[in-house]
Structures are given as C-alpha cells and as structure tokens.
C-alpha cells in the first residue's frame, strides 16, 4: 500500500491536476467520461483527498463494494495518515473491474486480466489503453511472475470463451423464438394476419 504524508499527497494531486489539465480538449474528455463525468474528475482534484464514502458515491456503488474490492486487493488507493484516498489510477482499476466482471468473470479471473495488463504496465479502458505507473518487478523474479500470470490468463481466457459459447447458443435460441413468433398467425385466418 502506498503510503503518503499529507504534503506528499496535496503535491501529487496538483500534479495529477497540473497533467490532466495539460492535456488536449478531445484526451481530457475522454479521460472525464472514463470518471463518470467532468465533476468526478474534478472532486479527484481536490487536495484533501477522496475517500472511500465519496469515492464509492463519485462511482455509484455502495462503499460496501469498495471495501470488498479493496480487501480483495484490486483498488490501490494511498493512504494519508492511515486513511484511503482516491485518486485517478483508482477510477481505472475500478472500470477495469468492472469491465472484466461485466462479462461474467469471477473475482480470479477478473485478477488475472488485471495484474497481466498490470505487469505490462497498462490498463485497457473501453476504446482507449493507458500506460500507469507501476512498480517494475525485481528481474529475478519476472520469470515466475510472468509464468504465473500466462497461467491464470490462460484460465481466465477459457472462462470467456466459454461464457461466450453459451451467450452464442443463447442469441441462436433467441432468433429461433423471434422467427417462430413471426411466422405464427396465433390463430388469426392468413388474410387477418397478413400486414397492411
């Protein structure tokens, strides 16, 4: 957990402020809509801080939720004299979440998606990819790191290409019903059912 002293924060906020504010019309928005809005991506720019009440408002989810996501290590927020806040970087891993499990990943599979996108230092966030600073593993360890992330991305792949065989037999099954319900008269004489 990153840990910051107050001073420390309000320097990396301004910071934070400073290169999104820089940044062209077209990027700073889409970095906006990414928040939710541009009044989420200015309360990030507040010196105090966002914590995990706020945050959770700020996203439209319960803190509940974010707490469950920060005890399964998926938020990073930093702490500022013990207390969470959040800022940018959480928003993202948040979407990412989000994004994984929307497709009906588990919280391991959603994991192994984050931490190989994590491990090439990226995040993937609807059209757009961001590069996030990260801490850059120690080179004795990379082999296994990276052996370990193929591994439980390998699984995490099955998973969706399961879960998107069974949504394409669904859709068959859908058609299949929409062109049953077209072609039935529902006991109408064919001049009565015919259109006008």
């Known amino acids: 957990m990153n840990e910051q002293t ?9 910071q934070f402020r400073d290169v999104i504010s820089g940044l062209p019309e077209t990027p700073r928005a889409d970095v906006a809509t990414m928040c939710g809005g541009p009044e989420v991506l200015e309360a ?9 009440g706020r945050f959770a408002a700020l ?4 803190a509940t939720t974010v707490r469950h996501l920060l005890r399964e290590e998926l938020l990073h927020p930093v702490r500022v004299n013990g207390k969470f806040r959040f800022l940018l970087h959480n928003v993202v891993e948040l979407r990412g979440v989000q994004q994984w499990q929307g497709l009906g990943l588990t919280l391991e599979d959603t994991r192994a998606f984050l931490d190989a996108q994590g ?12 590069s996030l600073h990260r801490q ?4 004795t ?6 052996a370990d992330v193929l591994t439980r991305l390998g699984g995490a792949i099955r998973s969706l290409e399961e879960r998107h ?18 072609e039935n008269a529902f006991g109408q004489s064919e001049a009565q059912a015919a259109p006008a």
Not at 59 to 62: A, D, I, K, R, S
């Open 6 to 14: 107050e001073a420390e924060f309000r320097r990396s906020v301004r």
């Open 44 to 52: 990030l720019f507040e010196e105090r801080g966002v914590g995990i």
């Open 59 to 62: 996203m439209g989810l319960p």
């Open 119 to 130: 491990l090439m230092g990226l995040v993937a966030q609807g059209g757009m990819l961001f």
């Open 136 to 139: 850059v593993p120690d080179p």
């Open 141 to 146: 360890s990379l082999p296994a790191l990276k």
């Open 165 to 182: 065989a069974a949504l394409g037999a669904q859709l068959e099954r859908a058609r299949a019903l929409e062109r049953l319900v077209q």
